[in-house]
């Protein structure tokens, strides 16, 4: 049954259906309220390959495929949030959003299982701000209970991902930094040159 959910890798479109259902589940009070673990998930298969809705259901996903997506999902945009406060804790000067959303993909970069760079741009504009949704719920919430189950699934899985931070711990930011200081002194230094060339012309 497992090599069944391999056979067709998941679309951004199906990445986006599959985050609107989680979101809406997760957010909804009538919904979310004194749910099961099981309960939820089966209400989001159901709304996820509803053919009522408004995505175009190419393939039915099972409710084990669905976890296991949204979860790979979840866990790398956490990393990449925490990758952010990291840089933004560097106190950069002059860096707009978009720059120290750049720096922390780069910084990603240098944990293993994200070497190849993070490949969830498509979704990281709905789910950037899911920590918001999860201090301003009733901490009993479905929703909550829901990221606290992907932590203990994976804690007590050795071979999955973690969406804590203790991964992240270990990355060289001191590293890191001087490199950014030192790529920002060199962009000076070359600007200077060719403004003192032009004087001198």
Not at 8 to 34: A, K, M, W
């Amino acid at each position: 049954m497992a090599s069944q959910y391999r056979s067709s890798s998941y679309t951004n479109e199906e990445d986006l259906h599959i985050c609107h259902v989680y979101l809406d589940i997760s957010q909804n009070p009538i919904v979310g309220i004194n749910q099961s673990k099981d309960q939820f998930w089966a209400r989001i298969e159901y709304d996820y390959n509803n053919p009522q809705s408004e995505f175009t259901i190419t393939q039915s996903r099972p409710k084990r495929s669905l976890q296991c997506r949204m979860q790979v999902i979840l866990t790398a945009v956490g990393k990449l949030r925490e990758c952010i406060r990291q840089i933004e804790n560097l106190n950069p000067s002059g860096a707009s959003e978009q720059d120290i959303l750049n720096r922390a993909k780069t910084l990603l970069t240098q944990d293993a299982k994200y070497q190849k760079g993070f490949k969830f741009d498509h979704v990281w504009p709905i789910l950037k701000d899911i920590e918001k949704f999860a201090s301003v719920n009733n901490p009993t919430s479905t929703f909550q209970r829901q990221i606290g189950n992907f932590a203990s699934s994976q804690s007590e899985s050795p071979t999955s991902e973690s969406p804590t931070s203790a991964t992240l711990a270990n990355l060289n930011l001191r590293e890191f930094t001087q490199n950014e200081q030192l790529r920002i002194m060199q962009k000076r230094a070359q600007e200077q040159g060719l403004r003192a060339g032009s004087q001198g012309q």
